[in-house]
């Protein structure tokens, strides 16, 4: 069966192809520069090329502030790209699993969104993607839309990264508590789309929305504390002392953030028959990791 990956280049793109290896399935990845999905005919001739039975879309416009001021940017790759590719999808007769984002809700909820709840996105971002959503549904293709949250990974710039980075040149930093949410790691987020391409060559009924993230939940505050942790342990040269937990309100952004944006996850676990990790087992994992096994 062949697998075809877009936006391979990004932080989820990078960890999903090496995951899908062990399928035995043909795996092709296309980054940006290889498959520009706003260009509607060129991703015509690439479907149709590689001939997939699955595509899985990594490609995003991302910068969730910058888009802010570049709508019709976000909006040429997150909703008019993703239609190209699911239009795509539905000529070559391929099962789309396009990502999604927490950011289509407003966040005032207290308890975990299910796939059924009302969508109210704050920001540009979130409301590209959600027209993203609304156009793989609309393009007749068969999809899963997999919304997940607060993605980190080895490639690109990340929360992750940042906070390290701040940790050892700051003897303290401020970080925001008032905004709660579920870490994720891209490993365990590939390992549930691969899960997608493993129901689909099986002939399963797979179709839909769903919610995936790592298990639990942090503020942001709660998570730099547990990263400067892990670093530590990691034997990262950390001059940080002192994380202050400070309000949204002290920490200004162009974009809105929905306060609360746990994800409820048991449609995914039941369809897939996948078990999800803690999201503190999976930081110390992807930290382990990043310092090459090293750990006190
Ligand atoms: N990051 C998060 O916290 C988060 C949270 C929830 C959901 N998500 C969703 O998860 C998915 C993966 O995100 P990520 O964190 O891996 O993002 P990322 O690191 O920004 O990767 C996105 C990739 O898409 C590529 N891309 C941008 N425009 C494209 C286009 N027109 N054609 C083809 N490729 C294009 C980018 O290439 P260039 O770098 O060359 O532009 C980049 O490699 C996205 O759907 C995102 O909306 C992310």
């Excluded at 706003?38 to 990594?58: F, G, M, Q, R, Y």
């Excluded at 508590?177 to 987020?189: A, C, F, M, R, V």
């Excluded at 790592?214 to 940080?240: H, Q, T």
């Excluded at 803690?278 to 750990?295: I, P, V």
Aim: aromatic share 8%.
């Amino acid at each position: 069966m062949n697998v075809l990956v877009t936006g391979s280049g990004g932080q989820l793109g990078t960890d999903i192809v090496p995951i899908l290896l062990d399928t035995g399935f043909s795996i092709t990845g296309l980054p940006s520069k290889a498959l520009d999905i706003t260009d509607e005919a060129k991703t015509l001739e690439a479907v149709l090329s590689v001939k997939p039975k699955v595509i899985i879309n990594c490609a995003a416009y991302t910068a969730v502030d910058k888009a802010e001021i570049e709508k019709e940017k976000a909006f040429k790759v997150n909703r008019d790209g993703a239609r190209n590719l699911a239009g795509a999808a539905k000529k070559a007769g391929a099962f789309i699993v396009h990502v999604s984002t927490d950011f289509v809700f407003d966040g005032l909820k207290a308890t975990p969104y299910a796939e059924t709840d009302v969508t109210h996105p704050l920001g540009v971002y979130g409301e590209s993607k959600l027209a993203g959503e609304a156009a793989v549904q609309e393009s007749g293709a068969r999809y899963a839309i997999v919304r997940t949250s607060w993605l980190y990974g080895h490639t690109g710039n990340n929360f992750v990264k940042t906070i390290i980075r701040l940790a050892t040149e700051k003897d303290s930093i401020r970080v925001v508590y008032d905004q709660t949410g579920s870490p994720t790691w891209t490993k365990e987020l590939a390992k549930a789309l691969k899960a997608f391409a493993l129901a689909e060559a099986k002939g399963n009924s797979i179709e839909g929305i769903y919610h995936f993230s790592n298990e639990g939940v942090a503020s942001w505050y709660d998570f730099a504390v547990m990263i400067i942790e892990e670093a530590r342990l990691c034997g990262a040269p950390i001059k940080c002392g002192k994380v202050e937990p400070i309000l949204t309100s002290g920490y200004p952004t162009p974009a809105k953030r929905p306060p609360y944006s746990v994800l409820d996850k048991e449609k995914i676990k039941k369809a897939l028959g996948i078990a999800i990790p803690h999201w503190r087992a999976s930081l110390g994992a992807m930290m382990t990791e990043l310092y090459g096994g090293k750990r006190a």
